[in-house]
C-alpha cells in the first residue's frame, strides 16, 4: 500500500504562483504513474497532470503550459509547480499513484482570493 500526503494549497490571487508536495510513505521508484487530480465545487474529479517516467508528462488542456509536474524519486516526492493561476484552478488538489491499484492522498485546497 501506498499512503500520500499533499501539501501547499493556501489561497492565491490570479496569476499567482503554489507549488503543490506530494509525499509518498514509501519509495516511489518503481511507481511509473504519478499524478494530481482535483475536483471543484459540483464538479467531476478530473486529471490535471500526470508523470508516467523520465521526461514522460501529461497535461489536461486547461493547464498546459502553465503547470508543471515533476518527481523526486529520493524524497518521495511528486510536486505540481501551478503558475498563471486563474479563478477556474480553484479546486481541491489529490495526489494519486496507480501501484496495482489507485491511490490518494487526502487533498489539499487552493482557493482564488480575488
Known amino acids: 500500500q501506498v499512503q500520500l500526503v499533499e501539501s501547499g494549497g493556501g489561497r492565491v490571487q490570479p496569476g499567482g504562483s503554489l507549488r503543490l508536495s506530494c509525499v509518498a510513505s514509501r519509495t516511489i521508484v518503481n511507481i511509473y504513474n504519478m499524478g494530481w487530480f482535483r475536483q471543484a465545487p459540483g464538479k467531476e474529479r478530473e486529471s490535471v497532470a500526470r508523470?508516467?517516467?523520465?521526461?514522460?508528462?501529461e497535461y489536461a488542456d486547461s493547464v498546459k503550459g502553465r503547470f508543471t509536474i515533476s518527481r523526486d524519486n529520493a524524497k518521495n516526492a511528486v510536486y505540481l509547480q501551478m503558475n498563471g493561476l486563474r479563478p477556474e484552478d480553484t479546486a481541491v488538489y489529490y495526489c494519486t499513484a496507480f501501484y496495482g491499484g489507485a491511490y490518494w492522498g487526502q487533498g489539499t485546497q487552493v482557493t482564488d482570493s480575488s
Open positions: 508523470i508516467l517516467g523520465p521526461g514522460v508528462t
